[in-house]
Every structure is written in structure tokens, then in C-alpha cells.
């Protein structure tokens, strides 16, 4: 039996079946062939009811080396099935789980790509065609989507094209059905020959708020009841988690503007006149405030995730976060919020190694390093200025010290009362979060450093020392002094840069085992195999702390 349909008896299992047909080669080849010279370089896709994420993978596979073929860079997808969001490439980032809850006139990509449920393919794909915020949208649809007057209606509204690419069944398919289909390309851009970057002059925002907000201006107000607004606080049941409490709160606060919104419509067009407020100032803010409110509910969510978080340094956190965001503002629902944190942590452990090697890379200097036994090439002179993208492949194979000087240029507060705002206890933030990835690091490496930074007061040239917890209570984890000149002293301790040299070593592939470790680091057999492997990878699912 094929993956696909073991996979389909899994959802059949957990009711979560919903009419998964996978896309063929031959669909996704046709659509490949279309975006062939309309879109260059990196690209954002996004694939409603994305199944396991094969789409991404086959299009990798047909765009390898040909020409005038886009960079799939940032890959979305909205999925419902819990088993296929599993199954999916971790480089796929789940922006929604119910499309029918979900919008995507706030999800700004480049393509969107459907192969929609049959049962619903007419109101999917009229709702895919009006809120789409992409110059493109490729759909798989059964052949009497000609005949649908929502599909038509949609594409008038949008003022777009449509072309049928491609037409054949699923007879030959990893899951079998007898309907015939097309390959639709619908086109949101305005010039006629289907090329650049310019979109159609229709906001899929507009068409959604028309909608759900009639201000009639001709005949002065419509008769729609005002909602009462929903009060934030007060009424949370005790013992839910975080997920359940936050997807409350949000919904309370976008009801609450909703209703705002709803009582406007209800308003005179002369008095909204008078006030100086028109249909396109309203329309904009309320579309500044929804994705407003969604960022910052995702963003409480994320600052909550301290199993994922507390092991991220401050860059790989503002990279994770600003990769969940970019193109996209995901809807904030229970569902929504559970496959983003299954996507969390699928992605955190290629963080959690990337981040390892910047730190050291950062930590390296003519002042920190000694070269492996088998290199012996160092040019002190040219170290400090070589740090361009090639800088790993002129200084390699060496290791750092356990005494490291740091050149920070921001460290002990100056005399200038004016700088002030900028340093915590003495010393400059950039200085903390450089200690605190320096702790991330090490704590992922299994020492459990407390970083307690921001509550000393820090004083040019003062030891101050840090613990770490161990199986026999805190002991020391190393001293850092910081300098008026910007530079940051830190002693650390042996088993630490130990395990810091031996994983950046094996990360970089500058060694394969522990025994070359051994060989190389000129360290014992059994630090080096203690080692080895040791950065933390994260594969539990509770990441989240229970409500309060």
C-alpha cells in the first residue's frame, strides 16, 4: 500500500478525512509551466487545503535549472487534517487550519495555489478568487466550474482573467477518482499580457468589507443592529491553557471592533459627510486595526512559548517571529495557534543549530583562538577584517579559548546622562542580549545558566560572576567583566567551551566523530563522545504553560 493512501486511512480513522485528493505531477507541472517568466527570483506561495505539502517539493523539482523560473523562498499553507499538517516539510508554515473561518485578503503572497474539496469547490474557490491578496491564483476545479455564477461573479468582481491551463482526471492518481478537472489560472493583473509585477486595481480588502460592512451612501443608513461589545476579562474558565484563553481574548476584541465598525454603517451619509468621514477612511482603518490586533495576539502567543523561546537567541527570535509574519497575518483561532506551534518547533531545532555557529563565529577573534593539529595556516593580521560571507572559508578548523575578550563597542555607560536610555543597570543593551545568547547557547548545550544581568549593577573592570544549575545545585558557570571601551571579558567554564568548540566543530563539518574531536581539540576520548551530538534538539509538544 502507497504512503498516500495509508495516509488516507489515518484521516478516515480520525474523521479528518475531507475530501484529500492529492494534486498530480501533471497539475503541478502545468501550473509550473505558467509561472515560468512571471515571477523572478523569491517568491511567496501559498496553498490552500495543502494536504501534506507535496506541491512544494514537486515545484522545487520542476523549476531545478530551468530558466526564467522563480526561487520558491517562502512556502504557506492552509490545512484542516491535524495528520497532514505532520506530514508536511517543516519548511512550510502553516498560516490557517479552517478556510471557511479564515480570510486571505490580510495574507499578501505572490501565488496562491487550491485543489479544493469537490463538495464545496464553488464556494471556495469564489471566496479563494475575491479575498485573494496575490497576483495569481491557480485552482483545480471539475470541469463544470464554467457553469458555477459564483466562480463568475467572483472573477468579475476582481476584474481578473481566467484560462484553463490543463484538463485530466484522477484515474491515475495516488488516491483515484473518476472526475474530470481543470487546471484554472486566474490572472489579478492588469496589464493584458499577463507579465510584470503590477495587480489589478480591485483590493480584495474592499470586496470583503463591501460586503460585510453595507454603508449605503445614497439612501443615508442601514438598519443593522449594533453589537454589544464583549467584555475582555472576568469570565475565563480556571485551568485552560494559554492557546484557549488568548483565542478567547481575541475574539472578544475583534468582535468589539467589528461591532464598532457595524454601528458606523448604521450612520447618515449626510452626518458622516459632515464629520468629514468617507467610505475608503473608514475601510482603511479597519483593516490597519485587524492586522494590528492579530499581530499582537501572535506575538503574545510566541513571548508564551518559553519551551521553544528560552532556548532562541534574541536574533533566531525576531527571525522566527518576522518568518510566521512576513506576507502573511494569520487569523488567531484555537487551530490556528496549535499548527503554529507544531511548526515552532519542527523549525526551532534549525535555529536552535544555526544560531549556535553565529554566536561562535561572533565569539572568534585573534585573541580567542588556537588552530586544530592539523591546521596550521593563521593570518592574525587579516582576521579582524575578513568577515564577509566567505569568512568561514578563510578561517576554519580552530578552536576558541576558555578566556575570550569581546569586542562589544557598547558595554559600561558612559558620563553622558543623554545615553542613559539605552543601558540596563550600567550596561548597554546590545551588551545584554549579547550575554544572553552567550547563556542561550550554553544552556542548550546543558548548562542551565542563570541570567539574572538586568538586576546587577554593573561597574568597567568589576567581575561579576554567574551560576549554573546542576544535578548538586548552582555552581559557577563563569565571570564577565564589561569596559568602558566596549569590550566584555568572559571566563567560562572548561566543560562549557568544551562542548561549545566540539559542536561548532561538528556543525561545521570541520569533524565527522568524536574520536576526531579527540584527535583534532587534543581533548579526552570521553569528553569528546560526552559531547559530541550534545546541542539540544527539541521534540516534545508541551510548549505551552497553563492559564493562570
Not at 576554519?396 to 536610555?421: F, G, T
Not at 543601558?423 to 546590545?430: A, C, I, M, Q, V
Amino acid at each position: 500500500m502507497n504512503t498516500t493512501l495509508k495516509m488516507v486511512e489515518t484521516l478516515k480513522e480520525q474523521e479528518q478525512d475531507f475530501e484529500w485528493y492529492p494534486t498530480t505531477r501533471g497539475m503541478i507541472a502545468a501550473v509550473c509551466n505558467n509561472m515560468r517568466g512571471r515571477h523572478n527570483g523569491g517568491i511567496a506561495v501559498l496553498d490552500v487545503g495543502a494536504g501534506d505539502g507535496r506541491l512544494f517539493p514537486i515545484m522545487d523539482e520542476l523549476f531545478q535549472g530551468v530558466k526564467f523560473a522563480p526561487d520558491i523562498v517562502n512556502r504557506f499553507a492552509i490545512e484542516k487534517a491535524q495528520a497532514l499538517i505532520q506530514a508536511m516539510p517543516a519548511d512550510v508554515c502553516i498560516v490557517g487550519t479552517d478556510f471557511e473561518r479564515d480570510t486571505l485578503i490580510d495574507k499578501k503572497v505572490d501565488v496562491i495555489f487550491s485543489n479544493p474539496p469537490y463538495s464545496l469547490f464553488e464556494q471556495l474557490a469564489a471566496k479563494i478568487i475575491k479575498e485573494a491578496n496575490a497576483v495569481d491564483v491557480y485552482l483545480v476545479m471539475p470541469e463544470r466550474w464554467k457553469n458555477s455564477g459564483q466562480i463568475s461573479d467572483a472573477i468579475k468582481k476582481r476584474d481578473a482573467r481566467a484560462a484553463v491551463l490543463y484538463s485530466d482526471s484522477f484515474l491515475t492518481a495516488d488516491r483515484k477518482a473518476r472526475a474530470r478537472v481543470d487546471v484554472v489560472h486566474i490572472s489579478m493583473r492588469s496589464n493584458s499580457f499577463g507579465y510584470g509585477e503590477n495587480k489589478s486595481d480591485v483590493d480584495p480588502f474592499a470586496i470583503w468589507f463591501d460586503e460585510h460592512f453595507p454603508i449605503d451612501q445614497e439612501t443615508g443608513k442601514e438598519k443593522e443592529e449594533k453589537q454589544k461589545a464583549k467584555q475582555n476579562a472576568g469570565n475565563l474558565v480556571e485551568g485552560r491553557n494559554q492557546v484557549e484563553v488568548l483565542a478567547e481574548l481575541y475574539r472578544a476584541d475583534l468582535d468589539n471592533l467589528l461591532a464598532n465598525y457595524k454601528a458606523v454603517s448604521g450612520l447618515d451619509a449626510t452626518l458622516l459627510k459632515e464629520l468629514g468621514i468617507d467610505v475608503k477612511t473608514i475601510r482603511e482603518g479597519l483593516k490597519s486595526k485587524i492586522a494590528g490586533l492579530k499581530c499582537k495576539y501572535w506575538k503574545e502567543l510566541f513571548d508564551k512559548m518559553e519551551s521553544i523561546t528560552k532556548r532562541l537567541t534574541k536574533k533566531s527570535r525576531e527571525s522566527m517571529l518576522k518568518r510566521l509574519q512576513d506576507h502573511t497575518q494569520v487569523d488567531f483561532t484555537i487551530e490556528n495557534a496549535y499548527a503554529v506551534v507544531c511548526w515552532a518547533l519542527k523549525n526551532a531545532n534549525q535555529y536552535i543549530d544555526k544560531q549556535l555557529l553565529e554566536v561562535y563565529q561572533r565569539m572568534s577573534g585573534p585573541e580567542n583562538v588556537r588552530n586544530y593539529k592539523s591546521n596550521s595556516h593563521f593570518e592574525a593580521d587579516t582576521w579582524r577584517y575578513c568577515r564577509g560571507e566567505d569568512w568561514w572559508e578563510t578561517h576554519h578548523h580552530y578552536a576558541l579559548e576558555y578566556r575570550l575578550v569581546l569586542e562589544n563597542y557598547h558595554a559600561i555607560m558612559p558620563a553622558d546622562p543623554w545615553l542613559r536610555s539605552d543601558y540596563e543597570s550600567g550596561l548597554h543593551k546590545d551588551a545584554h542580549d549579547y550575554i544572553g545568547d552567550i547563556f542561550v547557547v550554553a544552556r542548550n548545550l546543558g548548562y542551565d545558566v542563570i541570567n539574572d544581568a538586568e538586576q546587577r549593577e554593573w561597574e568597567s573592570n568589576q567581575p561579576e560572576e554567574f551560576l549554573y544549575w546542576n544535578e548538586d545545585g548552582p555552581e559557577l558557570f563563569g565571570e564577565v567583566r564589561a569596559f568602558k571601551n566596549g569590550n566584555i571579558h568572559i571566563k567560562a567554564a572548561r566543560g562549557f567551551m568544551e562542548a561549545l568548540n566540539i559542536e561548532a566543530a561538528r556543525l561545521n563539518g570541520w569533524i565527522k566523530s568524536a574520536r576526531e574531536a579527540a584527535n583534532q581539540l587534543g581533548l579526552p576520548a570521553k569528553v569528546c563522545e560526552q559531547y559530541f551530538g550534545s546541542n539540544l534538539q527539541l521534540t516534545g509538544s508541551k510548549l505551552l504553560p497553563a492559564a493562570s
